[in-house]
Protein backbone atom coordinates (compact mmCIF):
# COMPACT_ATOMS: atom_id res chain seq x y z
CA UNK A 1 0.00 0.00 0.00
CA UNK A 2 2.75 2.36 0.88
CA UNK A 3 4.39 1.98 -3.01
CA UNK A 4 0.77 2.44 -4.23
CA UNK A 5 0.45 6.07 -2.48
CA UNK A 6 3.83 6.70 -3.23
CA UNK A 7 3.66 5.74 -6.80
CA UNK A 8 5.18 9.00 -8.21
CA UNK A 9 8.23 9.10 -6.04
CA UNK A 10 8.96 5.35 -6.96
CA UNK A 11 8.93 6.05 -10.71
CA UNK A 12 9.67 10.01 -11.88
CA UNK A 13 13.33 11.03 -11.35
CA UNK A 14 14.25 13.80 -9.74
CA UNK A 15 14.89 16.33 -13.22
CA UNK A 16 11.30 15.05 -14.46
CA UNK A 17 9.81 16.66 -10.72
CA UNK A 18 12.23 19.65 -11.32
CA UNK A 19 10.65 20.14 -14.71
CA UNK A 20 7.33 20.13 -12.97
CA UNK A 21 8.03 22.73 -10.57
CA UNK A 22 9.94 25.02 -13.31
CA UNK A 23 6.13 24.95 -15.10
CA UNK A 24 4.74 25.75 -11.59
CA UNK A 25 7.17 28.65 -11.37
CA UNK A 26 6.01 29.91 -14.49
CA UNK A 27 2.26 30.35 -13.24
CA UNK A 28 1.52 30.21 -9.81
CA UNK A 29 4.29 30.46 -6.93
CA UNK A 30 1.78 29.40 -4.43
CA UNK A 31 0.87 26.34 -6.01
CA UNK A 32 4.76 25.66 -6.16
CA UNK A 33 5.17 26.11 -2.74
CA UNK A 34 1.95 24.15 -1.57
CA UNK A 35 3.47 21.59 -3.89
CA UNK A 36 6.83 21.89 -2.43
CA UNK A 37 5.70 20.72 0.81
CA UNK A 38 4.46 17.54 -0.16
CA UNK A 39 7.69 15.53 0.95
CA UNK A 40 11.07 16.37 1.91
CA UNK A 41 12.18 15.23 -1.77
CA UNK A 42 10.07 17.89 -3.25
CA UNK A 43 11.49 20.21 -0.91
CA UNK A 44 14.67 19.42 -1.63
CA UNK A 45 14.14 19.35 -5.25
CA UNK A 46 11.72 22.67 -5.21
CA UNK A 47 14.84 24.80 -3.50
CA UNK A 48 17.04 23.50 -6.13
CA UNK A 49 15.03 24.37 -9.02
CA UNK A 50 14.00 27.79 -7.59
CA UNK A 51 15.34 30.34 -9.73
CA UNK A 52 13.86 33.92 -8.52
CA UNK A 53 13.64 35.81 -4.97
CA UNK A 54 12.18 38.94 -3.83
CA UNK A 55 13.95 40.50 -0.55
CA UNK A 56 12.35 43.04 1.42
CA UNK A 57 13.41 44.72 4.55
CA UNK A 58 15.03 42.26 7.26
CA UNK A 59 16.90 43.28 10.71
CA UNK A 60 19.41 41.66 9.67
CA UNK A 61 19.59 41.06 6.03
CA UNK A 62 23.10 39.98 5.66
CA UNK A 63 22.28 37.01 7.99
CA UNK A 64 18.93 36.13 5.56
CA UNK A 65 20.61 36.74 2.68
CA UNK A 66 23.51 34.40 2.96
CA UNK A 67 20.61 32.00 4.80
CA UNK A 68 18.30 32.57 1.55
CA UNK A 69 21.33 31.91 -1.08
CA UNK A 70 22.66 28.45 1.04
CA UNK A 71 18.58 27.44 0.73
CA UNK A 72 18.46 27.76 -3.14
CA UNK A 73 21.50 27.17 -4.69
CA UNK A 74 20.13 27.73 -8.43
CA UNK A 75 19.31 31.36 -8.29
CA UNK A 76 19.04 33.13 -11.37
CA UNK A 77 17.50 36.05 -10.22
CA UNK A 78 17.41 38.02 -6.90
CA UNK A 79 16.18 41.18 -6.39
CA UNK A 80 16.53 43.09 -2.50
CA UNK A 81 13.83 46.26 -2.32
CA UNK A 82 14.91 47.77 1.31
CA UNK A 83 11.63 49.93 0.16
CA UNK A 84 9.39 46.94 1.16
CA UNK A 85 8.32 46.58 4.76
CA UNK A 86 9.99 44.48 7.68
CA UNK A 87 7.83 41.22 8.27
CA UNK A 88 5.55 40.82 11.17
CA UNK A 89 7.11 37.96 13.64
CA UNK A 90 5.22 35.16 14.32
CA UNK A 91 2.90 35.70 17.02
CA UNK A 92 4.19 35.58 20.72
CA UNK A 93 0.89 33.80 21.69
CA UNK A 94 0.53 30.13 20.29
CA UNK A 95 -1.95 29.79 17.97
CA UNK A 96 -3.97 26.77 18.95
CA UNK A 97 -3.54 27.79 23.01
CA UNK A 98 -7.17 27.33 24.51
CA UNK A 99 -9.66 30.26 24.87
CA UNK A 100 -9.41 29.70 28.52
CA UNK A 101 -5.94 30.36 28.86
CA UNK A 102 -5.91 33.23 26.44
CA UNK A 103 -8.05 34.84 28.78
CA UNK A 104 -5.97 34.28 32.09
CA UNK A 105 -2.85 35.64 30.17
CA UNK A 106 -4.41 39.72 29.35
CA UNK A 107 -0.63 40.81 30.05
CA UNK A 108 0.76 38.74 27.54
CA UNK A 109 -1.58 39.48 24.49
CA UNK A 110 -1.27 43.06 24.79
CA UNK A 111 2.45 42.52 24.88
CA UNK A 112 1.82 40.83 21.86
CA UNK A 113 -0.16 43.89 19.95
CA UNK A 114 2.61 46.24 21.12
CA UNK A 115 5.67 43.75 20.26
CA UNK A 116 3.70 44.11 16.31
CA UNK A 117 3.39 47.72 16.48
CA UNK A 118 7.21 47.96 17.10
CA UNK A 119 7.98 45.85 14.24
CA UNK A 120 5.53 47.18 12.13
CA UNK A 121 8.18 51.00 12.50
CA UNK A 122 11.20 49.11 13.07
CA UNK A 123 13.82 49.47 10.20
CA UNK A 124 16.29 46.73 9.62
CA UNK A 125 20.00 47.53 9.35
CA UNK A 126 19.81 46.84 5.63
CA UNK A 127 22.02 44.66 3.26
CA UNK A 128 25.52 45.73 3.23
CA UNK A 129 28.43 44.67 1.09
CA UNK A 130 28.62 41.14 3.85
CA UNK A 131 25.42 40.55 2.06
CA UNK A 132 26.56 41.24 -1.86
CA UNK A 133 29.90 38.97 -1.00
CA UNK A 134 27.10 36.36 0.26
CA UNK A 135 25.27 36.08 -3.05
CA UNK A 136 28.91 36.18 -4.68
CA UNK A 137 29.70 32.76 -3.25
CA UNK A 138 26.65 31.51 -3.31
CA UNK A 139 24.79 31.95 -6.59
CA UNK A 140 27.77 31.75 -9.61
CA UNK A 141 25.16 31.47 -12.15
CA UNK A 142 23.40 34.85 -11.12
CA UNK A 143 21.80 36.65 -14.46
CA UNK A 144 19.54 39.41 -13.26
CA UNK A 145 20.06 41.56 -10.22
CA UNK A 146 18.11 44.72 -8.46
CA UNK A 147 19.59 46.93 -5.94
CA UNK A 148 16.82 49.04 -4.53
CA UNK A 149 17.27 51.65 -1.72
CA UNK A 150 20.09 49.33 -0.22
CA UNK A 151 22.31 52.69 1.16
CA UNK A 152 24.89 50.85 2.68
CA UNK A 153 26.25 49.03 0.17
CA UNK A 154 29.23 50.39 -1.63
CA UNK A 155 32.15 49.65 -4.97
CA UNK A 156 33.23 46.52 -2.48
CA UNK A 157 30.01 44.89 -2.78
CA UNK A 158 29.62 45.52 -6.38
CA UNK A 159 33.21 44.30 -7.32
CA UNK A 160 32.81 41.13 -5.08
CA UNK A 161 29.66 40.38 -7.66
CA UNK A 162 31.83 40.99 -10.46
CA UNK A 163 34.37 38.64 -9.62
CA UNK A 164 32.04 35.64 -8.98
CA UNK A 165 28.84 36.41 -11.20
CA UNK A 166 30.31 36.46 -14.68
CA UNK A 167 27.23 35.68 -15.97
CA UNK A 168 25.40 38.71 -15.43
CA UNK A 169 23.06 40.07 -17.91
CA UNK A 170 21.18 42.49 -16.20
CA UNK A 171 21.92 45.15 -13.12
CA UNK A 172 19.28 47.48 -11.81
CA UNK A 173 21.33 50.07 -9.06
CA UNK A 174 18.81 52.60 -7.46
CA UNK A 175 19.38 54.77 -4.64
CA UNK A 176 22.75 53.07 -3.91
CA UNK A 177 25.67 54.54 -3.17
CA UNK A 178 27.99 52.71 -5.67
CA UNK A 179 30.96 54.63 -7.05
CA UNK A 180 33.06 54.41 -10.21
CA UNK A 181 35.08 51.19 -8.95
CA UNK A 182 32.31 49.22 -8.40
CA UNK A 183 30.81 49.94 -11.96
CA UNK A 184 34.09 49.61 -13.75
CA UNK A 185 34.93 45.88 -12.06
CA UNK A 186 31.46 44.93 -13.39
CA UNK A 187 32.46 45.89 -17.04
CA UNK A 188 35.87 44.16 -16.60
CA UNK A 189 34.75 40.65 -15.27
CA UNK A 190 30.42 40.69 -16.77
CA UNK A 191 31.60 39.86 -20.11
CA UNK A 192 27.67 39.15 -20.96
CA UNK A 193 26.28 42.20 -19.25
CA UNK A 194 23.37 43.66 -21.78
CA UNK A 195 21.13 45.79 -19.24
CA UNK A 196 22.48 48.77 -17.06
CA UNK A 197 20.05 50.97 -15.21
CA UNK A 198 21.43 53.52 -12.63
CA UNK A 199 19.04 55.34 -10.63
CA UNK A 200 20.29 58.25 -8.56
CA UNK A 201 23.77 56.42 -7.62
CA UNK A 202 25.45 59.65 -6.35
CA UNK A 203 28.29 58.10 -6.33
CA UNK A 204 28.81 57.93 -9.96
CA UNK A 205 30.46 60.24 -12.36
CA UNK A 206 31.90 60.61 -15.67
CA UNK A 207 35.33 58.51 -15.29
CA UNK A 208 33.16 55.75 -13.91
CA UNK A 209 30.81 55.57 -16.57
CA UNK A 210 32.88 56.27 -19.81
CA UNK A 211 35.65 53.30 -18.01
CA UNK A 212 32.18 51.33 -18.14
CA UNK A 213 31.33 51.62 -21.56
CA UNK A 214 35.44 51.47 -23.07
CA UNK A 215 35.31 47.64 -21.86
CA UNK A 216 31.54 46.74 -22.34
CA UNK A 217 30.29 48.52 -25.01
CA UNK A 218 30.36 46.40 -27.56
CA UNK A 219 27.76 43.97 -25.46
CA UNK A 220 25.13 46.96 -23.73
CA UNK A 221 21.94 47.38 -24.96
CA UNK A 222 20.03 49.09 -22.55
CA UNK A 223 21.27 52.04 -20.37
CA UNK A 224 19.15 53.66 -17.69
CA UNK A 225 20.47 57.15 -15.61
CA UNK A 226 18.23 59.06 -13.89
CA UNK A 227 19.27 61.53 -11.20
CA UNK A 228 23.33 60.91 -11.34
CA UNK A 229 24.31 64.75 -10.30
CA UNK A 230 27.75 63.94 -11.42
CA UNK A 231 27.13 62.93 -14.82
CA UNK A 232 27.44 65.21 -17.37
CA UNK A 233 27.78 65.35 -21.31
CA UNK A 234 31.16 64.24 -21.56
CA UNK A 235 29.61 60.45 -20.04
CA UNK A 236 27.52 60.71 -23.01
CA UNK A 237 29.72 61.52 -25.09
CA UNK A 238 31.68 58.31 -23.96
CA UNK A 239 29.30 56.59 -24.49
CA UNK A 240 28.29 57.42 -27.79
CA UNK A 241 31.82 56.78 -28.85
CA UNK A 242 32.03 52.78 -27.16
CA UNK A 243 28.24 51.54 -27.01
CA UNK A 244 27.07 51.74 -31.21
CA UNK A 245 24.67 48.82 -30.33
CA UNK A 246 23.03 50.39 -27.78
CA UNK A 247 19.12 49.74 -28.56
CA UNK A 248 17.58 51.84 -25.52
CA UNK A 249 18.43 54.32 -23.59
CA UNK A 250 16.94 56.51 -20.69
CA UNK A 251 17.97 59.94 -19.50
CA UNK A 252 16.25 61.51 -16.37
CA UNK A 253 18.65 64.22 -15.57
CA UNK A 254 18.81 68.03 -15.52
CA UNK A 255 22.18 68.41 -15.86
CA UNK A 256 22.38 67.22 -19.59
CA UNK A 257 22.13 69.66 -22.63
CA UNK A 258 21.75 69.22 -26.16
CA UNK A 259 25.50 68.14 -26.62
CA UNK A 260 25.17 65.16 -24.60
CA UNK A 261 22.04 64.11 -26.42
CA UNK A 262 23.49 65.35 -29.92
CA UNK A 263 26.57 62.58 -29.22
CA UNK A 264 24.11 59.80 -28.33
CA UNK A 265 21.97 60.05 -31.27
CA UNK A 266 25.18 60.61 -34.04
CA UNK A 267 27.02 57.59 -31.82
CA UNK A 268 24.03 55.25 -31.71
CA UNK A 269 22.40 54.92 -34.47
CA UNK A 270 20.30 51.48 -33.47
CA UNK A 271 18.38 53.07 -30.81
CA UNK A 272 14.82 51.70 -30.89
CA UNK A 273 13.66 53.34 -27.54
CA UNK A 274 14.30 56.75 -26.14
CA UNK A 275 12.93 57.92 -23.15
CA UNK A 276 14.03 61.83 -22.34
CA UNK A 277 12.54 63.37 -18.98
CA UNK A 278 13.25 66.05 -17.12
CA UNK A 279 16.67 67.62 -19.39
CA UNK A 280 17.24 70.63 -20.34
CA UNK A 281 17.58 69.70 -24.05
CA UNK A 282 16.19 71.91 -27.17
CA UNK A 283 14.89 71.44 -30.41
CA UNK A 284 18.79 71.05 -31.52
CA UNK A 285 19.47 67.44 -29.16
CA UNK A 286 15.29 66.76 -30.55
CA UNK A 287 16.41 67.28 -34.86
CA UNK A 288 19.77 65.17 -34.59
CA UNK A 289 17.22 62.06 -33.26
CA UNK A 290 15.23 62.72 -35.92
CA UNK A 291 18.07 62.97 -38.47
CA UNK A 292 20.28 59.59 -37.44
CA UNK A 293 18.07 57.21 -35.07
CA UNK A 294 15.63 56.52 -38.24
CA UNK A 295 15.15 52.96 -36.51
CA UNK A 296 13.28 54.58 -33.60
CA UNK A 297 10.13 52.57 -32.32
CA UNK A 298 9.41 54.39 -28.81
CA UNK A 299 10.09 57.80 -28.07
CA UNK A 300 8.94 60.03 -24.57
CA UNK A 301 9.18 63.06 -24.13
CA UNK A 302 8.86 64.70 -20.91
CA UNK A 303 9.17 68.54 -19.70
CA UNK A 304 11.02 69.34 -22.94
CA UNK A 305 11.63 72.87 -24.21
CA UNK A 306 11.11 71.73 -27.89
CA UNK A 307 8.41 73.17 -30.64
CA UNK A 308 7.23 72.26 -34.06
CA UNK A 309 10.95 72.46 -36.08
CA UNK A 310 12.26 69.30 -34.11
CA UNK A 311 9.03 67.58 -34.32
CA UNK A 312 9.17 67.79 -38.18
CA UNK A 313 12.63 66.06 -38.00
CA UNK A 314 11.06 63.31 -36.24
CA UNK A 315 8.41 63.04 -38.43
CA UNK A 316 10.48 62.87 -41.48
CA UNK A 317 13.57 60.99 -40.08
CA UNK A 318 11.79 58.17 -37.82
CA UNK A 319 9.08 56.54 -39.87
CA UNK A 320 9.45 53.64 -37.84
CA UNK A 321 8.19 54.90 -34.71
CA UNK A 322 5.56 52.77 -33.12
CA UNK A 323 4.95 54.35 -29.63
CA UNK A 324 4.72 58.23 -29.10
CA UNK A 325 4.38 59.81 -25.23
CA UNK A 326 4.12 63.30 -24.76
CA UNK A 327 4.24 64.45 -21.28
CA UNK A 328 4.59 68.11 -19.41
CA UNK A 329 5.50 69.75 -22.80
CA UNK A 330 3.82 73.06 -23.07
CA UNK A 331 5.53 74.46 -26.91
CA UNK A 332 3.96 71.48 -28.78
CA UNK A 333 1.21 72.68 -30.55
CA UNK A 334 -2.04 70.97 -32.88
CA UNK A 335 0.58 71.82 -35.67
CA UNK A 336 3.77 69.46 -34.42
CA UNK A 337 1.26 66.35 -33.88
CA UNK A 338 0.16 66.85 -37.40
CA UNK A 339 3.69 66.70 -38.82
CA UNK A 340 4.04 64.16 -36.62
CA UNK A 341 1.01 62.14 -37.82
CA UNK A 342 1.80 62.71 -41.24
CA UNK A 343 4.88 61.01 -41.03
CA UNK A 344 4.99 57.99 -38.13
CA UNK A 345 1.53 56.44 -39.31
CA UNK A 346 2.76 53.21 -38.26
CA UNK A 347 2.05 54.75 -34.76
CA UNK A 348 -0.22 52.66 -32.28
CA UNK A 349 0.11 54.10 -28.84
CA UNK A 350 -0.22 57.47 -28.43
CA UNK A 351 -0.13 59.54 -24.74
CA UNK A 352 -0.40 62.34 -24.47
CA UNK A 353 -0.19 64.33 -20.69
CA UNK A 354 -1.37 67.83 -19.38
CA UNK A 355 0.43 69.62 -23.21
CA UNK A 356 -1.54 72.75 -22.76
CA UNK A 357 -1.04 73.77 -26.14
CA UNK A 358 -2.60 70.29 -28.40
CA UNK A 359 -6.12 70.21 -28.97
CA UNK A 360 -8.83 69.29 -31.59
CA UNK A 361 -7.25 69.70 -34.70
CA UNK A 362 -3.94 67.67 -33.72
CA UNK A 363 -5.65 64.69 -32.74
CA UNK A 364 -7.92 64.72 -35.86
CA UNK A 365 -4.82 64.68 -37.85
CA UNK A 366 -3.85 61.52 -36.01
CA UNK A 367 -7.53 60.14 -36.48
CA UNK A 368 -6.52 60.29 -40.37
CA UNK A 369 -3.19 59.59 -40.70
CA UNK A 370 -2.52 56.66 -38.06
CA UNK A 371 -5.31 53.53 -38.89
CA UNK A 372 -2.82 50.95 -36.25
CA UNK A 373 -3.55 53.05 -33.24
CA UNK A 374 -4.58 50.46 -30.45
CA UNK A 375 -3.96 52.63 -27.25
CA UNK A 376 -4.37 55.95 -26.74
CA UNK A 377 -4.48 57.83 -23.59
CA UNK A 378 -5.03 61.75 -23.05
CA UNK A 379 -4.49 63.08 -19.77
CA UNK A 380 -5.52 66.52 -18.70
CA UNK A 381 -6.24 67.51 -22.21
CA UNK A 382 -8.81 70.46 -21.62
CA UNK A 383 -8.62 72.04 -25.30
CA UNK A 384 -9.80 68.60 -26.52
CA UNK A 385 -13.26 68.56 -28.25
CA UNK A 386 -15.50 65.84 -29.59
CA UNK A 387 -14.93 65.77 -33.25
CA UNK A 388 -11.32 65.10 -32.11
CA UNK A 389 -12.84 61.31 -30.99
CA UNK A 390 -15.12 61.32 -33.64
CA UNK A 391 -12.21 61.34 -36.34
CA UNK A 392 -10.14 58.81 -33.89
CA UNK A 393 -13.62 56.47 -33.85
CA UNK A 394 -13.68 56.81 -38.23
CA UNK A 395 -10.00 56.27 -38.84
CA UNK A 396 -8.58 53.84 -35.64
CA UNK A 397 -10.68 50.93 -36.06
CA UNK A 398 -8.25 48.91 -34.17
CA UNK A 399 -8.16 50.51 -30.90
CA UNK A 400 -8.18 48.37 -27.58
CA UNK A 401 -7.25 50.94 -24.82
CA UNK A 402 -8.84 54.19 -24.30
CA UNK A 403 -7.86 56.80 -21.31
CA UNK A 404 -9.65 59.92 -20.94
CA UNK A 405 -8.43 61.62 -17.60
CA UNK A 406 -10.36 65.51 -17.38
CA UNK A 407 -11.06 65.99 -20.54
CA UNK A 408 -13.75 68.52 -19.43
CA UNK A 409 -15.41 69.05 -23.04
CA UNK A 410 -15.91 65.73 -24.01
CA UNK A 411 -19.13 64.13 -23.42
CA UNK A 412 -21.39 61.29 -24.37
CA UNK A 413 -20.93 62.43 -28.46
CA UNK A 414 -17.27 61.21 -28.41
CA UNK A 415 -17.96 58.33 -26.90
CA UNK A 416 -20.78 57.39 -29.07
CA UNK A 417 -18.59 57.75 -31.77
CA UNK A 418 -15.86 55.75 -30.33
CA UNK A 419 -17.82 53.14 -29.32
CA UNK A 420 -19.47 52.71 -33.14
CA UNK A 421 -16.30 53.31 -34.56
CA UNK A 422 -13.57 51.08 -32.33
CA UNK A 423 -15.74 47.90 -31.83
CA UNK A 424 -12.80 46.04 -30.57
CA UNK A 425 -12.05 47.88 -27.56
CA UNK A 426 -10.75 46.13 -24.23
CA UNK A 427 -10.37 48.58 -22.12
CA UNK A 428 -12.21 52.12 -21.22
CA UNK A 429 -10.95 54.47 -18.26
CA UNK A 430 -12.33 57.59 -18.20
CA UNK A 431 -11.84 59.91 -15.26
CA UNK A 432 -13.61 62.99 -14.42
CA UNK A 433 -15.17 63.88 -17.56
CA UNK A 434 -18.36 65.44 -16.25
CA UNK A 435 -20.43 65.76 -19.51
CA UNK A 436 -20.36 61.56 -19.79
CA UNK A 437 -23.54 60.26 -18.77
CA UNK A 438 -25.78 56.99 -19.78
CA UNK A 439 -25.73 57.20 -23.03
CA UNK A 440 -22.27 56.79 -24.12
CA UNK A 441 -22.24 53.84 -21.85
CA UNK A 442 -24.69 52.45 -23.20
CA UNK A 443 -23.14 52.83 -26.50
CA UNK A 444 -20.39 51.00 -25.81
CA UNK A 445 -21.93 48.33 -23.99
CA UNK A 446 -23.70 48.07 -27.13
CA UNK A 447 -20.89 47.89 -29.72
CA UNK A 448 -17.77 46.65 -27.79
CA UNK A 449 -18.82 43.49 -26.84
CA UNK A 450 -14.81 42.64 -26.03
CA UNK A 451 -14.47 44.86 -23.43
CA UNK A 452 -13.47 43.83 -19.72
CA UNK A 453 -12.28 46.69 -18.20
CA UNK A 454 -14.43 50.01 -17.56
CA UNK A 455 -13.49 52.56 -15.36
CA UNK A 456 -15.27 55.43 -14.43
CA UNK A 457 -14.55 57.40 -11.36
CA UNK A 458 -16.31 60.45 -10.79
CA UNK A 459 -18.68 60.46 -14.01
CA UNK A 460 -21.38 61.97 -12.23
CA UNK A 461 -23.93 61.60 -14.56
CA UNK A 462 -23.20 57.95 -14.88
CA UNK A 463 -26.19 56.02 -13.24
CA UNK A 464 -28.15 52.89 -13.03
CA UNK A 465 -29.18 52.35 -16.90
CA UNK A 466 -25.44 52.42 -18.20
CA UNK A 467 -24.87 49.24 -15.62
CA UNK A 468 -27.86 47.67 -16.81
CA UNK A 469 -26.61 47.88 -20.42
CA UNK A 470 -23.40 46.59 -19.10
CA UNK A 471 -24.81 43.44 -17.58
CA UNK A 472 -26.52 42.61 -21.11
CA UNK A 473 -23.46 43.15 -23.25
CA UNK A 474 -19.47 43.41 -21.37
CA UNK A 475 -18.04 40.16 -19.96
CA UNK A 476 -16.58 42.62 -17.78
CA UNK A 477 -14.06 41.45 -15.37
CA UNK A 478 -12.45 45.17 -13.55
CA UNK A 479 -15.28 48.02 -13.01
CA UNK A 480 -14.66 51.12 -11.03
CA UNK A 481 -17.90 53.21 -10.83
CA UNK A 482 -16.25 55.35 -7.53
CA UNK A 483 -18.16 58.50 -7.19
CA UNK A 484 -20.90 57.56 -9.48
CA UNK A 485 -23.68 58.94 -7.10
CA UNK A 486 -26.72 58.07 -9.15
CA UNK A 487 -25.66 54.26 -9.04
CA UNK A 488 -27.94 52.59 -6.60
CA UNK A 489 -28.56 48.72 -5.99
CA UNK A 490 -30.23 48.42 -9.42
CA UNK A 491 -27.27 49.27 -11.37
CA UNK A 492 -24.66 46.78 -9.60
CA UNK A 493 -27.29 43.95 -9.25
CA UNK A 494 -27.54 44.17 -13.28
CA UNK A 495 -23.47 43.67 -13.36
CA UNK A 496 -23.63 40.85 -10.17
CA UNK A 497 -26.48 39.30 -12.24
CA UNK A 498 -24.86 39.77 -16.00
CA UNK A 499 -21.17 39.80 -14.95
CA UNK A 500 -20.09 35.96 -13.75
CA UNK A 501 -16.47 36.79 -14.04
CA UNK A 502 -15.74 40.25 -12.49
CA UNK A 503 -12.81 40.16 -10.55
CA UNK A 504 -12.35 43.94 -9.43
CA UNK A 505 -15.26 45.94 -8.13
CA UNK A 506 -14.47 49.61 -6.98
CA UNK A 507 -17.54 51.20 -5.49
CA UNK A 508 -16.64 54.11 -3.01
CA UNK A 509 -18.83 56.92 -2.04
CA UNK A 510 -21.79 55.00 -3.57
CA UNK A 511 -24.41 56.49 -0.95
CA UNK A 512 -27.17 54.54 -2.30
CA UNK A 513 -25.58 51.14 -2.01
CA UNK A 514 -27.60 48.66 0.40
CA UNK A 515 -26.82 45.48 2.08
CA UNK A 516 -29.08 43.94 -0.86
CA UNK A 517 -26.09 44.38 -3.83
CA UNK A 518 -23.78 43.28 -2.07
CA UNK A 519 -25.94 40.07 -1.90
CA UNK A 520 -26.34 40.00 -5.35
CA UNK A 521 -22.64 39.77 -5.77
CA UNK A 522 -22.20 37.22 -3.30
CA UNK A 523 -24.42 35.21 -5.38
CA UNK A 524 -23.71 36.49 -8.85
CA UNK A 525 -19.68 37.05 -8.80
CA UNK A 526 -17.71 34.30 -6.66
CA UNK A 527 -14.46 35.29 -8.68
CA UNK A 528 -14.33 38.23 -7.18
CA UNK A 529 -11.12 39.07 -5.66
CA UNK A 530 -10.84 42.92 -4.93
CA UNK A 531 -13.82 45.13 -3.89
CA UNK A 532 -13.66 48.66 -2.50
CA UNK A 533 -17.14 49.99 -1.21
CA UNK A 534 -15.38 52.96 1.80
CA UNK A 535 -17.88 55.11 2.58
CA UNK A 536 -20.93 53.22 1.28
CA UNK A 537 -22.75 54.91 4.38
CA UNK A 538 -25.74 52.02 4.16
CA UNK A 539 -23.76 48.92 3.92
CA UNK A 540 -23.89 46.73 7.14
CA UNK A 541 -22.23 43.60 8.62
CA UNK A 542 -25.37 41.71 7.28
CA UNK A 543 -24.07 42.78 3.99
CA UNK A 544 -20.59 41.94 4.15
CA UNK A 545 -21.86 38.17 5.25
CA UNK A 546 -23.92 37.62 2.60
CA UNK A 547 -20.58 38.64 0.00
CA UNK A 548 -18.26 36.70 1.54
CA UNK A 549 -20.77 33.43 1.55
CA UNK A 550 -20.60 33.28 -2.34
CA UNK A 551 -16.88 35.87 -2.83
CA UNK A 552 -14.63 33.54 -0.92
CA UNK A 553 -11.96 34.19 -3.08
CA UNK A 554 -11.71 37.85 -1.97
CA UNK A 555 -7.97 38.67 -1.52
CA UNK A 556 -8.53 42.67 -1.16
CA UNK A 557 -11.36 44.92 0.35
CA UNK A 558 -11.25 48.19 1.69
CA UNK A 559 -14.34 49.63 3.72
CA UNK A 560 -12.99 53.28 5.49
CA UNK A 561 -16.00 55.34 6.74
CA UNK A 562 -18.66 52.67 6.42
CA UNK A 563 -21.09 53.71 9.79
CA UNK A 564 -22.60 50.15 9.82
CA UNK A 565 -19.76 47.64 9.51
CA UNK A 566 -17.99 46.55 13.08
CA UNK A 567 -15.92 44.68 14.24
CA UNK A 568 -18.06 41.14 13.76
CA UNK A 569 -18.02 42.02 10.29
CA UNK A 570 -14.39 41.88 9.36
CA UNK A 571 -14.26 39.53 11.13
CA UNK A 572 -16.62 37.37 9.72
CA UNK A 573 -14.93 38.59 5.90
CA UNK A 574 -11.42 37.13 8.02
CA UNK A 575 -12.96 34.13 9.18
CA UNK A 576 -14.66 33.14 5.69
CA UNK A 577 -11.91 34.24 2.94
CA UNK A 578 -8.93 32.02 3.33
CA UNK A 579 -7.46 34.01 0.71
CA UNK A 580 -7.36 37.28 2.10
CA UNK A 581 -4.35 39.18 1.92
CA UNK A 582 -5.59 43.06 2.67
CA UNK A 583 -8.46 44.53 4.65
CA UNK A 584 -8.09 47.96 4.51
CA UNK A 585 -10.73 49.66 7.38
CA UNK A 586 -10.38 52.25 10.35
CA UNK A 587 -8.69 50.89 12.85
CA UNK A 588 -11.36 52.02 15.63
CA UNK A 589 -13.41 49.31 14.07
CA UNK A 590 -10.86 46.08 15.05
CA UNK A 591 -11.19 44.03 17.78
CA UNK A 592 -8.08 43.47 20.17
CA UNK A 593 -8.72 39.79 19.46
CA UNK A 594 -9.08 40.55 15.44
CA UNK A 595 -5.72 42.16 15.53
CA UNK A 596 -3.91 39.84 17.64
CA UNK A 597 -4.76 37.24 15.35
CA UNK A 598 -4.85 39.04 11.58
CA UNK A 599 -2.47 42.10 12.13
CA UNK A 600 -0.29 41.40 9.08
CA UNK A 601 -3.47 41.79 6.25
CA UNK A 602 -5.18 44.64 8.34
CA UNK A 603 -4.24 48.18 6.66
CA UNK A 604 -5.24 51.58 8.73
CA UNK A 605 -5.94 54.84 7.44
CA UNK A 606 -3.33 57.50 7.52
CA UNK A 607 -3.08 61.04 7.87
CA UNK A 608 -4.50 61.67 4.67
CA UNK A 609 -6.47 59.60 3.16
CA UNK A 610 -5.80 56.98 0.56
CA UNK A 611 -9.46 56.69 -0.77
CA UNK A 612 -9.26 59.09 -3.50
CA UNK A 613 -5.17 58.08 -4.66
CA UNK A 614 -4.66 56.44 -7.81
CA UNK A 615 -8.01 56.65 -9.11
CA UNK A 616 -7.80 57.60 -12.50
CA UNK A 617 -3.98 55.96 -12.92
CA UNK A 618 -4.81 52.23 -12.40
Known amino acids: ?8 NAILPDELIAEVFRHLQEGSKKSCDACALVCRRWLRIERACRRFVRIGANRDADLFIEAVVRRFSGLYGICIDERLPVSLPPPLVAQNSSRKTRENRPSEARSTMENNELWKHEVGQGVSDAGLAAIANGCKELKFLNLISCSSITSAGLCSIADSCKHLLFLNLQLCDIGDQGLIAVGESCEQ ?9 EGLTDKGLVEFAKVRGKTLKCLGLAGCSWVTNYALKGVANHCPSLESFTLHNTFIRDEGVIAIAEGCRSLTVLKLLFTNVTDAGLRAVGSFCSSLEMLDLGDWYFTRRSLDAIGKGCKNLTNLTFKDCYFPSDKSLETVAAGCTALTYLEIKRCNNIGTSGLESIGRSCPRLTELALLYCQRIKNSALVEIGRGCALLQDIHLVDCLSIDDDAICALARGCRKLKKLHICRCYEIGDQGVIAVAQNCKFLHDLRLPFCNRIGDEALIALGQGCPLQHLNVSGCHRITDVGITAIARGCHELVGLDACVLEKLSDMALAELGEGC ?22 VRGCTQIQTIQMYYCPFVTSAGIATVISSCPHVKKIQINKYKVSERTLRRSASILTFLG ?6 CDQCNA
Open 1 to 8: MKDRRDLI
Open 193 to 201: LRDLYLWFS
Open 526 to 547: PMLKDILISRCTQISDAGLSHL
Open 607 to 612: GISALY
